[in-house]
């Protein structure tokens, strides 16, 4: 009788374990899409508008609060705007401070061969007229990427940012 229920435990957790397995990844593919995520945020971090746009598919969407990007043409304007509002900042006297990304409390998971799903929290942060850093907006991100030709990209990006 003991070995039935051990046996019968088994058949109900075995299956269970090993969909909770396949649905956190490989490891080469949790630091493969830990890496693409990197990049974004040093990608924009150091005004890097083709290093941004190259961790994006071709048909890549980003709805950051709402504000659609489809596409690398207007992915690319993101950066080229924050180079554009710096140098203008720069030529009119005013501050001109890098904006500086903190992320945390990130979950991946894989829904599908293929398909993952990186969440996180955001925080970026400026330095003040008095030269201290401070916090400049908070959020949460939902980035959806796919695995093509072998190579991670971020296919979806969803940005809110909290207002309270």
């Given at each position: 009788?003991?070995?039935?229920?051990?046996?019968?435990?088994?058949?109900?957790?075995?299956?269970?374990?090993?969909?909770?397995?396949?649905?956190?990844?490989?490891?080469?593919?949790?630091?493969?899409?830990?890496?693409?995520?990197?990049?974004?945020?040093?990608?924009?971090?150091?005004?890097?508008?083709?290093?941004?746009?190259?961790?994006?598919?071709?048909?890549?969407?980003?709805?950051?609060?709402?504000?659609?990007?489809?596409?690398?043409?207007?992915?690319?304007?993101?950066?080229?705007?924050?180079?554009?509002?710096?140098?203008?900042?720069?030529?009119?006297?005013?501050?001109?401070?890098?904006?500086?990304?903190?992320?945390?409390?990130?979950?991946?998971?894989?829904?599908?061969?293929?398909?993952?799903?990186?969440?996180?929290?955001?925080?970026t942060v400026v330095r003040d007229k008095d030269g201290r850093m401070t916090a400049a907006a908070m959020g949460r991100s939902e980035d959806r990427?796919?695995?093509?030709?072998?190579?991670?990209?971020?296919?979806?990006?969803?940005?809110?940012?909290?207002?309270?």
């Amino acid at each position: 009788m003991r070995l039935h229920c051990a046996v019968f435990i088994t058949l109900l957790i075995v299956p269970a374990f090993v969909a909770a397995q396949e649905s956190l990844g490989t490891y080469e593919d949790r630091v493969a899409v830990e890496d693409v995520m990197a990049r974004y945020v040093w990608a924009v971090d150091s005004f890097d508008a083709e290093g941004y746009v190259a961790v994006f598919t071709d048909d890549a969407v980003i709805d950051s609060n709402g504000n659609i990007s489809k596409g690398h043409e207007e992915i690319r304007k993101i950066v080229t705007g924050l180079i554009e509002r710096r140098d203008g900042n720069k030529t009119k006297g005013l501050p001109t401070s890098n904006l500086y990304h903190m992320i945390g409390n990130v979950r991946i998971t894989f829904p599908r061969p293929g398909e993952a799903l990186h969440r996180s929290y955001w925080q970026t942060v400026v330095r003040d007229k008095d030269g201290r850093m401070t916090a400049a907006a908070m959020g949460r991100s939902e980035d959806r990427l796919l695995k093509r030709n072998g190579k991670w990209l971020i296919q979806e990006r969803k940005l809110t940012v909290f207002t309270d």
